[in-house]
């Protein structure tokens, strides 16, 4: 089963077809997050530094167009979505999505865009958000192309690295990338909500949703 699974990773990392694959998984992210586009990146890049292809550039360029596509297409279109994500019940986690980018969003925006983008729930109800209170598109533009480039070049990196490390092993390099990447993911979040916690707290006040 795994030679099986291997085998046809292998097949696709080999082909022209990885890059409009991977370039669909990530727009498809923008909008129903069933798995964090992050995944397919990192195993790109895992196999490119274990066996020296797909392109990594190539595949950088064709990530960060599919990402700010998405991404665009959905602030665009935040007015006809934010009624449905307001139904979120409290406690689950599209509500607490919703709150983390409403209060990052006080706390300064163009921050909270380009870290969104690292945070899977996250990103979705930004751009949502973000749509349907109107702020100025062109600087939503702006805070998410540096967001997704290194969004992009972060999640290939680490996949490269991985590659690199344990080039004998692509299956394994690919799990180390995808474990890294998700660990990264989760000490940027924590790191940036324990600065801001911190930074609230030092101005006399504390945020709440």
């Known amino acids: 089963m795994v030679d099986a699974v291997m085998g046809w990773i292998e097949t696709l990392m080999l082909t022209e077809w990885i890059y409009p694959i991977v370039g669909s998984m990530i727009f498809l992210d923008c909008f129903i997050p069933v798995m964090p586009s992050e995944v397919p990146l990192n195993m790109v890049g895992a196999w490119a530094g274990s066996q020296g292809v797909p392109h990594i550039p190539t595949m950088f360029f064709?990530?960060?167009?599919?990402?700010?596509?998405?991404?665009?297409?959905?602030?665009?279109?935040?007015?006809?979505?934010?009624?449905?994500?307001?139904?979120?019940?409290?406690?689950?986690?599209?509500?607490?999505?919703?709150?983390?980018?409403?209060?990052?969003?006080?706390?300064?925006?163009?921050?909270?865009?380009?870290?969104?983008?690292?945070?899977?729930?996250?990103?979705?109800?930004?751009?949502?958000?973000?749509?349907?209170?109107?702020?100025?598109?062109?600087?939503?533009?702006?805070?998410?192309?540096?967001?997704?480039?290194?969004?992009?070049?972060?999640a290939l990196a680490v996949g490269y690295l991985g590659g690199v490390l344990f080039g004998g092993n692509p299956a394994i390099a690919m799990i180390i990338s995808i474990i890294a990447a998700f660990a990264l993911g989760w000490a940027l979040q924590k790191a940036q909500n324990s600065i801001a916690n911190w930074w609230d707290t030092r101005r006399g006040f504390a945020e709440t949703p």
């Open 62 to 154: 064709v990530a960060v167009g599919c990402a700010m596509l998405g991404d665009n297409l959905c602030y665009a279109l935040g007015g006809r979505l934010m009624p449905l994500i307001n139904r979120a019940q409290k406690g689950s986690k599209p509500y607490e999505a919703l709150q983390w980018a409403k209060r990052n969003m006080r706390r300064g925006a163009g921050a909270a865009i380009i870290i969104a983008r690292f945070i899977p729930s996250a990103r979705l109800f930004m751009t949502i958000f973000l749509g349907a209170m109107r702020y100025s598109w062109p600087m939503f533009f702006f805070f998410d192309t540096i967001g997704v480039m290194l969004w992009a070049a972060q």
